[in-house]
């Protein structure tokens, strides 16, 4: 059966840790990072890969633009 | 069949979204959480999908987004606290076959320039006004904006808005409907991916019916000021669904008649 | 030889706008220089030359589309009288910050508030002082004819774009609403070119351009305002224009400008009949003023009278500018009065020569 697989990239420097993506996620792959970037914020990060569709949602509310989003189908 | 490993997944090919090559790589000044920055990549993005870098002229007066340019690679002017839609129509006037926006604050739009904004509108300027309403000064640290819902607090109403004492708040977007110069009026959010998605629509068609020189193109997109609003972002973007969206309806307010 | 033409000051303004190549105007009725946008849109300069001609719904739209203009590198303009002026202020510092060229023609009548709608020459220290906030100039040009008031438009389109600094021509009604022949320039078309610095949309082969007079970092705030008195510098140094009349034997010396100007003219000769050697000094840049040549006078003449319709506001110039050396007074009317020639001659007696 096809199934879609995703992945998300942070551009963890960016991120502000504002968790809009972490809510905008239907599938709870975003977790954020205990650690924080050089500015303070702890930044999100996929906790659950497996799970992540590539649906972009999160990349889409992001207002800092910081998420990139790949998907593959696989069989 | 073996998993797919994340490395095979993160490959060039398979990229599906990343920000726009129209927003530059300054890190945006905004708060954590706020809709400037969502509502700037949106409209980069129809820029960049509708090839208008070369033709596009944006104003950002003073507020928040005042430093938009930083952001936005494409020729920009900084204007006047709500003087926006005086510069645009002069820089659409002498030079009618570019793409002219501006992107104008509630403060901006809907107090001091209310009319630069109701007369460029009127006069059917063809420029696309981008109007977010967070309904409160952002830049000036969350003073009480013509869009302040009633007894919603701001630092200039610390009790609440009492529309008695302070008037009530103004829908400019409904009056702008009603002029006979706009030619698509709409009011959209930011707030959750859906409303991202329609709110991306309505830009592109903003921006894409300024080509047919039939009038103003208006968009107001409901925001949050999570610094302001004194919350999180996340509850920020509840709370402009419980108490701002009823107040302020989300949808096309006027459409062209095809 | 040009076309000549009997023409009001106002209407000289418009037509050499269109001959000048503008490329907008933009403004809003006053007395007294409605005639300019008047007589532009009864010239359809749209049909003319291509000019946008457009009447704003408030002074303080007109300046900021003049600003929007002159950020794509466009010949714009915009004319007003004194209250006009006052609403203008923001936009111009706006203007000036970002280092715009545009003109700007005050028709000056007589204050403070509504005032009265006859001439004066009452907003002298707004033009040359500054006028809106900040530390910025407005090349100021002082027109006394109609001629002149054709005449400045060019010029004034000219120091605007070689500085990129707003000019303002600062007549005032009675100038604007006289008839006088004028020796019209010959036409020149519109521009074509593309400024490097306008906003024009950003094209592969360059940066995006970007207008603004914002900078929040102090050090480049404080070393943009050294870049902008520099430029102030070299326009002192380079565009100060005045015209002396009568003054090689003179022993004391008139300083006027515009209407104040032509009057003082008769008064030189009617007192020059009754022999006091009196020539006048007619400044024509306001700011950069023409302290030197004034100070150069000081050898010269035993004092100055400043005729201004006017509290009172060039003299102050003219002191700092002759240093104490000698005796300076003023003389003026307000209100929208013209003064006389007796008048300012038994005034250069009774507080110069006299005094
Ligand atoms: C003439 C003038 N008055 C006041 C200000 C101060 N000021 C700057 S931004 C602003 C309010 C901005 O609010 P809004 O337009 O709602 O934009 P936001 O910051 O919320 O995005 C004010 C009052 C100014 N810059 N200029
Ligand atoms: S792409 Fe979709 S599924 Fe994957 S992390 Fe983002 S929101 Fe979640
Ligand atoms: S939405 Fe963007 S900025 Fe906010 S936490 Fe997620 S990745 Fe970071
Ligand atoms: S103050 Fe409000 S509007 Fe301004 S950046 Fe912060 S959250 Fe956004």
């Known amino acids: 059966m096809a199934k879609v697989r995703g992945a998300i990239v942070v551009d963890t420097e960016r991120c502000k840790g504002c968790e809009l993506c972490v809510g905008a996620c239907p599938t709870d792959v975003i977790g954020m990072e205990e650690e924080v970037n050089s500015k303070g914020y702890h930044y999100a990060y996929m906790k659950n890969p497996e799970a992540c569709t590539g649906c972009v949602n999160c990349a889409i509310i992001c207002p800092d633009g910081v998420i990139s989003v790949y998907r593959v189908k696989t069989s | ?62 507020g928040c987004s005042v430093l938009m340019y930083n952001y936005m690679d494409v020729d920009m002017q900084e204007a006047a606290h709500g003087r926006a839609p005086a510069l645009a129509t002069a820089i659409k006037r002498l030079m009618p076959e570019k793409f002219v926006f501006t992107y104008q604050g509630d403060g901006d739009l809907a107090a001091i320039g209310t009319a630069e904004t109701i007369h460029a509108c009127n006069r059917g300027e063809n420029i696309t006004i981008l109007f977010i309403n967070n309904g409160i000064y952002g830049m000036t640290g969350g003073q009480m904006a013509p869009t302040t819902l009633p007894d919603m607090k701001a630092s200039t109403c610390p009790y609440g808005r009492d529309v008695r004492m302070m008037g009530n708040p103004l829908k400019i977007t409904d009056i702008v409907a009603t002029l006979p110069g706009s030619y698509y009026v709409t009011r959209q959010s930011v707030h959750t991916p859906g409303n991202v998605r329609k709110a991306k629509k309505a830009i592109r068609k903003a921006v894409e019916y300024q080509k047919r020189n039939q009038g103003t193109c208006f968009v107001e997109i409901v925001s949050n000021c999570n610094s302001g609003w004194k919350m999180t972002p996340a509850d920020a973007n509840q709370w402009l669904e419980e108490n701002m969206l009823p107040f302020y309806p989300l949808g096309d307010l006027k459409v062209p008649e095809e | 030889m040009g076309e000549l033409r009997l023409m009001k000051g106002n209407e000289a303004v418009a037509e050499a706008a269109i001959r000048a190549g503008a490329d907008g105007y933009f403004g809003y009725p006053i007395t007294p220089q409605s005639e300019v946008m008047e007589y532009l849109m009864a010239e359809k300069p749209h049909e003319r030359t291509g000019m946008v001609v457009l009447q704003a719904e408030s002074e303080l739209a007109a300046i900021n589309m003049v600003y929007g203009g002159a950020a794509c590198g466009k010949k714009v303009m ?19 910050g970002a280092e715009l060229p545009c003109l700007l023609v005050n028709v000056v009548r007589g204050g403070p508030g509504l005032g009265t709608i006859q001439p004066a020459q009452s907003d002298y220290f707004q033009a040359v002082k500054g006028g809106g906030h900040g530390d910025y100039r407005l090349i100021t040009l002082a027109p006394a004819s109609v001629q002149e008031m054709s005449d400045f438009v060019k010029l004034g389109f000219e120091l605007a774009f070689k500085y ?33 610095w306008a906003t024009t949309g950003k094209t592969p082969d360059r940066e995006r351009n970007i207008i603004t007079s914002l900078d929040l970092d102090p050090k480049r705030q404080e070393d943009f305002n050294l870049k902008l008195q520099k430029k102030y510098g070299e326009i002192e140094e380079k565009e100060v224009r005045y015209e002396k009349i009568q003054c090689d034997d003179a022993e ?43 100070f150069a006078m000081t050898g010269q003449v035993k004092g100055i009278l400043s005729v201004e319709m ?28 013209i003064p006389t020639p007796d008048e300012v001659v038994e005034m250069l007696e009774k507080k110069i020569i006299g005094g």
């Open chain 3, 164 to 196: 990129r600094n707003p000019v303002m021509i600062l007549s005032d009604g009675a100038i604007g609403q006289m008839m006088e022949k004028v020796e019209l320039f010959d036409p020149v078309p519109r521009s074509k070119e593309i400024l490097p």
């Open chain 3, 252 to 294: 004391y010396l008139f300083v006027a400008y515009g209407t104040s100007s032509r009057v003082v003219q008769k008064a030189v000769q009617l007192a020059r009949s009754r022999g006091i050697k009196v020539g006048l000094f007619r400044p024509i840049t306001l700011w950069p003023f023409p302290s030197k040549e004034i």
């Open chain 2, 1 to 62: 069949m073996a998993e797919i490993t994340l490395d095979q997944i993160i490959q060039p090919e398979n990229l599906v979204y990343t920000k726009s090559r129209i927003m530059t790589d300054t890190v945006l000044h905004y708060c954590p959480g706020c809709g400037h920055g969502t509502a700037h990549r949106l409209l980069a993005e129809v820029i960049e999908e509708l090839d208008l870098q070369a033709d596009t002229i944006g104003v950002a007066p003073v």
């Open chain 3, 310 to 337: 006017s509290a009172g506001q060039m003299v102050e110039d003219i002191r700092l500018a002759v240093k104490g050396k000698i005796k300076v007074d003023y003389y003026g009317r307000m209100g929208g009065i």
């Open chain 3, 78 to 96: 915009t004319s007003s009288s004194s209250p006009g002026i006052s609403l203008m202020q923001e936009g111009i510092s706006y203007i000036a």
